[in-house]
C-alpha cells in the first residue's frame, strides 16, 4: 500500500514538474521601440535610444540598398541581399524580423543584450539578476576586462576578417577603435547628451 502511494506521489510530482516546465515562457524579441520606451530619457532608462540612432547599426539594414552593398552581394554570389540570411544575420536585430518594419531597425538592442520580451518591464529591469534569468544577456562583468571581453566577442559575431568566406568585404576589426564610439554606459551617455543629463 504505501509503495502503490509513494509512486502515485511521485508521478503526481513529475506531472507538475513537466507541467510548469512547459508553461515557461520563451524570451522573444520586442524590438528598438519597446526599449525606446525607457532608454529615451535620462532620468529614467537613459539616453540610449539616442545613441544607437546615431550609430551605424541602426541603418545597418538601410545599407543592403547600397550600390556598394550590390557590388559585395555579386561578389558573395548572393541573389536578393534583402532577403539572404548570409546577409541578414548581421544586418537586422534577428531572423525571426520578417516585416520590413521590423528589418529597418538594423541591429537593434536585443541583437546585443537578448531577446526582450520577458525582462524589459521596469520591475524586471531594475533587478538585473531578473533581468539576466528572463534573457539579457549578461554583457556587463565583474571587472572592466571582463565587460570588453563580453563586448568583443559580441562583435565580433559580425565584425572581423573571420568573416571573410561569408563576406568578401569583411575588414580586420579594431575593437579598441571601435568600442568607444558604440559603448553606452552611463558616463558614456553623460558626455554624450550633457543637456539632458543635469
Not at 46 to 59: A, L, P
Amino acid at each position: 500500500m504505501y509503495l502503490r502511494f509513494a509512486a502515485t506521489v511521485s508521478l503526481f510530482c513529475l506531472a507538475i514538474v513537466f507541467v510548469v516546465g512547459a508553461d515557461s515562457p520563451s524570451p522573444e524579441y520586442t524590438g528598438v521601440k519597446k526599449c525606446k520606451t525607457c532608454h529615451s530619457y535620462a532620468k529614467v532608462g537613459g539616453m540610449h535610444y539616442q545613441h544607437w540612432e546615431q550609430q551605424k547599426h541602426s541603418s545597418a539594414y538601410r545599407s543592403l540598398y547600397t550600390e556598394e552593398a550590390r557590388e559585395i552581394a555579386a561578389m558573395a554570389n548572393v541573389q536578393d541581399i534583402t532577403q539572404s540570411a548570409q546577409c541578414l544575420k548581421c544586418h537586422v536585430t534577428t531572423p525571426s524580423f520578417t516585416t520590413e518594419k521590423q528589418r529597418a531597425e538594423g541591429i537593434g538592442c536585443e541583437r546585443c543584450h537578448g531577446p526582450g520580451s520577458l525582462y524589459s518591464d521596469s520591475k524586471t529591469m531594475k533587478n538585473r539578476q531578473e533581468a539576466v534569468k528572463k534573457g539579457l544577456l549578461p554583457l556587463k562583468g565583474q571587472t572592466e576586462a571582463e565587460t570588453l571581453a563580453n563586448a568583443e566577442k559580441q562583435c565580433r559575431e559580425c565584425h572581423g576578417l573571420e568573416h571573410k568566406d561569408e563576406n568578401p568585404a569583411a575588414k580586420e576589426f579594431d575593437f579598441e577603435t571601435a568600442w568607444p564610439r558604440v559603448k553606452h554606459d552611463r558616463e558614456t551617455l553623460k558626455e554624450n547628451f550633457p543637456d539632458k543629463y543635469k
